[in-house]
């Protein structure tokens, strides 16, 4: 009762998808630790395009070397989206101050410091400035703003 290897792949192919899926929503997996469940959900959906990708005579090692591609990928993956939302929040709570006290806030520009990246808004009446980094953000905003005359 074999079939062909191709029609098997497919069907492989398409139950890795559906374990990806069940793993990213998490109600029938509901005792799995959220964090590693995304985290194997993004190594399984790297490493299927990654084997797809592979020429057709590679040996094992290879086939190998792309799982571990996959699983540092998805580590990857997985920090920089964690980055873009501690800043985003990071962001918004800066706006929510200056607006307080009466600035208001150009659009956020990236600018790299010796310490990474860091973001920067400048208020469009006084021009003081907001900084969000990675260790918070740093506000040289006046407490309340005065228009440059
Ligand atoms: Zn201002």
Redesign the pocket.
């Known amino acids: 009762m074999s079939k062909p290897a191709e029609i098997e792949l497919v069907h492989l192919r398409k139950a890795i998808r559906y374990l990806v899926g069940l793993l990213e929503e998490g109600s029938l997996v509901t005792n799995y630790d959220a964090n590693t469940r995304i985290e194997i959900a993004e190594v399984l959906d790297l490493m299927v395009d990654k084997v797809e990708d592979l020429p057709e005579e590679v040996p094992d090692n290879l086939v190998q070397a792309a799982v571990v591609r996959a699983i540092v990928g998805a580590a990857e993956r997985l920090r920089k989206q964690e980055t873009t939302i501690f800043f985003s929040r990071q962001m918004r709570e800066a706006e929510a101050v200056?607006s307080i006290?009466?600035?208001?806030l150009s659009g956020w520009e990236q600018v790299v410091s010796e310490e990474g990246v860091e973001f920067q808004a400048a208020?469009?009446?006084?021009?003081?400035f907001i900084y969000v980094t990675r260790s918070g953000a740093y506000n040289l905003?006046?407490d309340?703003?005065?228009?440059v005359k």
């Open positions: 200056a006290h009466g600035h208001s208020c469009q009446a006084c021009g003081g905003l006046l309340s703003c005065e228009r």
